[in-house]
């Protein structure tokens, strides 16, 4: 069996399936966030009842993070139905955006988007969020409202997204009938070149296979080439499997990801057992791509979706904008990446940054590159960075939200993970994705730049 397929046979109780057999899987982690939450929550008192209890209320993590630094009323009241929930059933893994629990959310647009407006709880992104905060274990199976919530695969579980209607079945039940996906084989060989990173990888698998290339298949990467990258880096790559179509996307288990987990769950006094899972001998799958990392350059997905794939070197793409953040493109090392090539140089294009959590925001704030944080490097260099943790303009979102494309006719660099028109905000508006590197590049230059011509100098 496929690493999926041996975390599927064990969460349905069998002890094995194949590709096309239809099962009922036991989940360990239902998440939800502010947009699909209140929905979710809806589905499971109609079906449920309006006094129900959820199947296991240390199973469910909520997250609000998508539409929330915005005056839009309707948002803020959404996240206000996350806390009466999680109130009214007494759920211990609520991440309010307030610290008072019987108090409402509202953004105040007069403080406006570049200075925090959260309480300690918060916690940022829902897919950079559930690692950081102890809720993702090797062996587990985690379903998300959310069609990322793939990204969870890195850490060698089965993660995907799902529905309002499946999630309120869930949460009333803790199972979901599923069908095993068929295994697609990525075998990651070399060492990445420096200028290139984990975003490159993907884009790269995307444009072999295309944005439906993966329909409903697991997307496995492993191979002595994925032993080398990090927790971050393997996170980027599941992040991204969804935009290929596929179900989710999984790694092997190794030393990295039990530093990772077990760190995280201690600091958060989250479940700290879990039991990974690891290939078998003979796996069988639908295809088998190599792929020689070594061999890989600054990639960049082009408009109208993330299978349009291109060197960056060959690219001579007018840009009006630079953004970095999101869950696949607003971590810590990203924004590392990012401010490398930022340092000492200035922007020449209108330039965000929204860090995916506020951990991530700290890490920034508190790190030091000579007498300049790595925060102050970006702010220096011209970018406007805000402070307010989240999903922000990476699925456009109200027009108030910081860094939404509002005119039309804008050309956008982006290191997020979806460029399908109107992604960002304005429909005719063209989002080219690609690493935080090659973004940075791009924001120095106004027009899609390999990063390699900064790198080291
Ligand atoms: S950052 Fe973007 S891709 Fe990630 S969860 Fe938010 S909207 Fe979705």
Redesign the pocket.
């Known amino acids: 069996m496929t690493l999926t397929e041996k975390l599927l046979a064990r969460a349905s109780g069998k002890a094995s399936v194949q590709a096309g057999d239809n099962i009922w899987v036991n989940a360990d982690v239902l998440m939800t966030h502010d947009v699909c939450g209140p929905g979710t929550i809806g589905v499971f008192k109609r079906e449920f009842g309006k006094t129900a209890k959820v199947w296991d209320k240390q199973k469910i993590v909520i997250i609000p ?2 539409y929330i630094f915005t005056a839009d009323s309707k948002s803020n009241r959404n996240v206000d139905i996350l806390r009466d929930f999680a109130n009214e059933q007494g759920l211990p893994y609520f991440y309010d955006v307030i610290d008072d629990p019987k108090g409402h959310w509202v953004f105040d647009a007069v403080k406006g988007n570049m200075k925090k407006q959260y309480g300690s709880r918060y916690a940022g ?3 950079a969020a559930l690692p950081a905060k102890g809720h993702t274990r090797p062996g587990e199976v985690l379903f998300g409202t ?3 919530t793939c990204m969870a695969g890195a850490f060698n579980q089965f993660a995907t997204g799902i529905g309002n209607t499946d999630a309120g079945f869930v949460m009333g039940t803790g199972k979901l009938l599923i069908k095993v996906p068929e295994t697609m084989r990525f075998r990651l060989e070399g060492k990445l070149q420096p200028g290139v990173m984990a975003k490159d990888i993907i884009l790269h698998c995307i444009g072999e296979i295309g944005f439906d290339g993966a329909t409903y298949r697991a997307m496995q990467f492993d191979g002595e080439g994925a032993k080398t990258l990090s927790m971050d880096d393997r996170m980027t790559i599941a ?1 991204m499997a969804i935009e290929a179509g596929g179900k989710n996307g999984i790694f092997e288990f190794d030393s990295r990801t039990a530093e990772y987990v077990d760190a995280r769950v201690k600091l958060n006094g989250t479940k700290a057992n879990y039991t990974p899972v690891e290939a078998d001998k003979n796996q069988k799958f639908v295809s088998e791509l190599i792929v020689d990392l070594s061999q890989l350059e600054p990639t960049v997905a082009c408009h109208p979706d993330p299978g349009q794939r291109k060197k960056a070197k060959e690219m001579n793409q007018k840009l009006d904008r630079a953004y970095v ?4 493109g ?1 971590k810590t090392s990203d924004f590392i990446e990012f401010a490398r090539i930022l340092r000492g140089k200035k922007v020449v294009i209108d330039t965000f940054g929204v860090p ?1 959590t506020p951990e991530i925001i700290r890490d920034l704030q508190t790190t030091y590159w000579g007498n300049e944080t790595i925060w102050d490097v970006m702010v220096n260099a011209g970018v406007q960075m805000t402070e307010n943790a ?2 922000a303009a ?2 456009g979102g109200p027009v108030d939200t910081f860094g939404r494309i509002n005119k039309s006719g804008i050309n956008c660099i982006s290191a ?3 460029n399908f028109p109107g992604r960002m905000g304005d429909k005719e508006s063209k989002v080219f994705l690609a690493s935080p590197a090659t973004v940075a590049a791009s924001a120095l230059t106004g027009k899609v730049t390999d990063p390699r011509e900064f790198v080291g100098k």
């Open positions: 993070d998508h992104v829902c897919h959310d069609s990322h992040n953040g999101s869950c696949t607003g995916a989240g999903c990476c699925l997020t993970n979806r």
